[in-house]
Structures are given as C-alpha cells and as structure tokens.
C-alpha cells in the first residue's frame, strides 16, 4: 500500500493496536513508519470479555489520535489493524468484527501474529515469545503457525511462570529435607513465613502472573551462581530450545526471542542456536501497522 491516500486524497495513515492481557497500546504511523501519536489503555485479552476488550481498544486508538492532533472526524484516511490476545476464541473473530469504527478498514489477528509481522519487517520469520507465559510463532509464505503456548501449567514451558513453579517446588522439597537447601530456595520460604501451609493456601488463588513474579529471583539467583537457580534456568532454556528448532524445523528463515525473558534466555541456549537469533526489527505495534498496510521499512 506504498503511496496510499485516502478517499479525501490526503496520505493514508496507519494504526497500530497490541491489546494484551496487561495493557492495550495504540501508535500511528505515517507510511515511512514515523510515529504520529500513541495512546494506552488498560488490559484487552478477550478473555475480558468483548465489552471490556473493545472499550480498552478505543481509549487507546482515541490517545493516539489525540496525541496527533487528529479527531474521529479524521479518521476516514486511517487504516487500522489490532492484535488481540486470545483473539481464537470462539466467537471472538465475529464479534470483533461486528463492532463499528470510524477507520478507512480494521483487521484483526492474535497478538503473536502481530509481534511476528513487527519483528521481522513483514518478511517470512519465526518468534519465540518467552514472558509470563512462552510460545512460538512462525509465518511463512503468509501463513502462520504456532507451537505451544496452550496455557499454564500445561504448556508454556520455560516462561516466567514456569520459573517460578519449579522454585516453589524445589522450596518445598528443601523444607522436607529432600534436596539440599540453598539462598533461592531459601528466598522463596521466607515468602511463605517458612510454612508450607501458606504456600498451599497462595496456590489456591496464584495465576501465572503470581508464579512468574518470581522469575526475577530465579534468575538472579542463576547469575550469583546459586545450583538450584542454575539448573531451573538450564530446564528452561531446554524448552525454549525445542520451540525454536520445532520453528526452524517448520522452514523459518530469521528467528527472534521476544518478551520480558527473551534476552535473558538467550544468553542459556546452545551455541548453535544463538547463531540463528536475530534482534528483532521492530515490534508488535509495527506489526499490527504492517498488517494494517503500512509498506515495510526499506531503512532496516
């Protein structure tokens, strides 16, 4: 869509949406890919709901156009697409579909779809998002897959969440005399007062989110050269390992790790695979711009 214009015949613009489970963000671009104004709002995951997530989808496409200077009157030469997590949902599809909005088109896909698209420029390419969660994506030839990524605890294994699992874990068997003790270890019972009974009580109610606030102990404990924090982060770099050679193995042709773990799993994978690891070329809210029909950028 180089050289786009609008029904008005003024330049087309492009708007970027990552509604995620922690926030929704919003950026317009002109074609060259200069930011024109960017908006956020709070958690879109459609899990939400679809009053939820596309009351918070609003709030940050209005942030953005407002920081542009621009109204909804101007929207008419704006050509939108949003990346939704959980947007598989049954019936999610539709019903995002059937909303009105007053934009020249709005295209919708999952958030990883996005995060792919943004970290390659467009071009055929494979992501490993590793955060509270892990998963894999690959689009090749416009078509895209996944790997993993079916939820806590079954699947999103090496992410945040699972960190933290396997710590509580490890904590529990010390405090029986099981394994050997050690300062991670001992970090997380002193959450716990020492007592099992509240753990047990926390993970009535924990999320992943809960399990992966404690990935940062974990890896800082891994770096200070603690054996149970070390081998944690092996395990995990292992399962990392398998999404990105399944996403090699499927034909990628340029791999990324994204998200809050990405750089630091990195530094744990095998030597031949760090090889193949690309910094990505832009993010999520490039992507969902690209999907929208922004040109790729020809300065990268």
Not at 211 to 236: C, F, K, S, T
Not at 238 to 252: H, K, M, S
Request: hydrophobic share 45%.
């Amino acid at each position: 869509m180089s050289g786009a214009v609008s029904d008005s015949g003024a330049a087309a613009l492009f708007l970027g949406i990552d509604g995620g489970g922690t926030g929704c963000r919003a950026r317009l671009q002109a074609a060259d890919g200069r930011v024109l104004g960017q908006g956020l709002a709070g958690p879109a995951a459609t899990r939400l709901g679809i009053d939820t997530t596309w009351a918070a989808i609003e709030t940050a496409w209005t942030g953005a156009l407002a920081e542009a200077g621009l109204t909804l009157g101007d929207a008419g030469g704006i050509f939108a697409a949003a990346g939704v997590a959980g947007y598989s949902r049954a019936g999610m599809p539709e019903a995002l579909a059937a909303r009105a909005h007053p934009f020249a088109s709005l295209t919708f896909e999952s958030d990883g779809i996005i995060a792919c698209l943004g970290a390659h420029n467009g071009g055929d390419g494979g992501i490993v998002i590793v955060g509270t969660g892990s998963c894999g994506f690959v689009r090749i030839g416009g078509v895209a897959s996944k790997v993993g990524g079916y939820g806590f605890p079954v699947s999103d294994e090496g992410s945040g969440a699972s960190l933290g699992l396997r710590a509580i874990q490890l904590a529990l068997r010390a405090h029986d005399g099981r394994v050997p003790s050690s300062a991670l270890l001992e970090e997380v019972l002193r959450r716990f007062g020492h007592d099992p009974l509240q753990v047990v009580a926390w993970m009535d109610g924990a999320t992943a989110t809960d399990y992966a606030a404690l990935a940062p102990l974990v890896v800082r404990h891994a770096e200070e050269g603690d054996a149970h924090a070390r081998a944690i982060m092996q395990d995990a770099a292992t399962a990392i390992e398998g999404i990105c050679r399944a996403l090699l193995e499927r034909g990628a042709p340029r791999l990324s790790l994204i998200g809050g773990l990405g750089s630091v799993m990195e530094a744990w994978l095998a030597p031949d695979l760090r090889r193949r690891i690309h910094a990505p070329l832009g993010d999520a809210l490039d992507g969902a711009a690209l999907l929208a029909g922004r040109p790729p950028r020809t300065d990268l």
